[in-house]
């Protein structure tokens, strides 16, 4: 049976560090990229440009919303996961376990065996 | 300035983009650090450019007009600039301003004033000395300068050759003031070569032709011509016996007075000189320059003159640089034309000119 969340599936890269910088708190635009470069080890660097041409896709699919904060600096909005895009990412990770799994699964099937 | 190239790139965006996420993205660029960080945001802007133009057509949605609506005004982006911006278009607008107010100050190789009051840069902006304002118009109209007037070198020519006049114009500017017309028996004095206490056409400055050379006595015609063609001479030669008496030299001053057509106390090269277009343009400036300017200005002309519809066609027809204004040269070079034109038809006509 296809989830709703199955849609949006599978994401994209930049997507998916999005989604899962935002799976534990609120976040303004430039914390996300700061922590989307510590989740990679500094490997995946994400743009102002690309940042919010994502968030503006995700916000009008209804994956994340702009919620309210008590920053005091005007030009920072936070930004959250809605329901459904806790579902989508969480149907991502399941969906990667998968892969992961499978791959493990394939790999131990090649791995050659002694004589 | 790399700052300055971003936000025209975020300027660039749509307008729905920018006024959602443009705080926001020039924020991340203002915390980035390093070279290498800064031209990686300046390329990812640049991508963002092109992607949300070909990609996102879907988020911009154009502005509904109701149908009912008069439409006075409409700007293309309703983006409200912030203050701060305004506060540096202002500023800049300024510098720019002051730059160019001080190029134009100082080009040419020295200081001048501009027409807007500003010498330089500063609170003191125009020094006026008032005592000099009293009794003065509030405007003047300065005539052109002598040097532009077309007359000049014929007028300086004339006053070399015709002796009376380098007499009597002692400092060689072409105008008999009124203390050179005082001074005149005394100048004329100075030009009796034989001492006898008169002037001949000679001494007046009178050559017989280049290839006369008939008898002496046939060059009494020349000499009379000569007396009577010149009109500070006929002036001066009040019996018109072809000689200038001692008498007449005393009374020289007032003879060369009548030639003050346009009663200023000066003689002017267009009261002296022989064509009668000169004479005739003397006159008409005495009669018609209100200001004493020494030219007519063509819109200043009194309505309730007689002549004045004729006069001012032709007043019109002499300005040729068409300013409105008609300088003596100009009238003429006109009235000049016109006689010649008369003859010319004369001639064709068969008539006496």
Redesign the interface.
């Known amino acids: 049976m296809q989830r709703p969340a199955d849609n949006f599936l599978p994401l994209a890269p930049a997507t998916l560090h999005i989604l899962l910088s935002l799976a534990g708190e609120k976040m303004y635009g430039y914390a996300i990229m700061q922590e989307v470069a510590r989740q990679s080890e500094g490997r995946f660097k994400l743009g102002p440009g690309t940042l919010y041409d994502n968030l503006q896709r995700l916000m009008k699919q209804g994956l994340v919303e702009e919620t309210s904060s008590d920053d005091d600096n005007p030009r920072r909005r936070y930004y959250r996961l809605t329901g459904l895009g806790r579902g989508v990412f969480n149907a991502e990770i399941d969906r990667l376990r998968g892969v992961v799994d499978q791959a493990q699964a394939h790999l131990k099937s090649l791995r050659p065996r002694r004589a | 300035m790399v700052r300055w190239l971003y936000i025209r790139l975020l300027w660039a965006h749509p307008a729905e983009?920018r006024r959602?996420?443009g705080?926001?993205?020039?924020?991340?660029?203002d915390?980035s650090a390093g070279f290498r960080e800064t031209v990686?945001?300046l390329?990812?802007?640049l991508?963002?450019?092109s992607?949300?133009w070909i990609l996102?057509s879907e988020?911009r949605q154009p502005a509904a007009t109701p149908a009912y609506e008069l439409i006075t005004f409409q700007q293309i982006e309703p983006y409200k600039p912030r203050g701060i911006a305004l506060t540096e278009g202002g500023l800049a607008a300024m510098l720019l301003l002051i730059g160019i107010v001080n190029a134009i100050n100082h080009g040419g190789g020295h200081a001048r004033s501009l027409p807007i009051g500003m010498q330089r840069f500063g609170l003191g902006l125009i020094k006026i000395n008032r005592s000099d304002l009293e009794g003065k118009p509030a405007v003047a109209v300065e005539a052109a300068k002598d040097e532009d007037d077309p007359m000049r070198p014929f007028a300086r020519s004339y006053f070399r050759i015709l002796h009376v006049l380098a007499a009597l114009d002692a400092d060689g500017d072409l105008t008999i003031s009124a203390a050179e017309i005082a001074n005149a028996p005394a100048a004329l004095r100075q030009l009796d070569r034989n001492h006898d206490g008169k002037l001949s056409a000679e001494e007046c400055g009178f050559l017989p032709p280049g290839d006369f050379t008939g008898p002496p006595r046939l060059l009494a015609p020349h000499r009379g011509a000569f007396m009577r063609d010149n009109p500070v001479l006929a002036a001066l030669d009040t019996d018109h016996d072809g000689e200038i008496s001692a008498a007449e030299i005393a009374n020289s001053p007032a003879a060369l007075m009548a030639l003050d057509l346009d009663h200023d106390g000066n003689l002017s090269p267009y009261e002296v000189l022989p064509h009668p277009a000169a004479s005739h343009a003397a006159g008409i400036i005495g009669r018609f320059d209100v200001s004493d300017s020494g030219v007519i200005f063509i819109e200043g002309l009194p309505k309730d003159d007689p002549d004045i519809d004729s006069i001012r066609r032709l007043l019109i027809a002499a300005d040729r640089n068409r300013d409105g204004l008609v300088t003596r040269g100009e009238l003429v070079i006109e009235l000049a034309s016109r006689a010649d034109m008369h003859r010319l038809r004369a001639l064709e006509n068969g008539t006496k000119p």
């Open positions: 983009f959602r996420f705080d926001e993205m020039l924020e991340a660029f915390l990686r945001l390329a990812d802007g991508l963002s450019l992607r949300q996102r988020f």
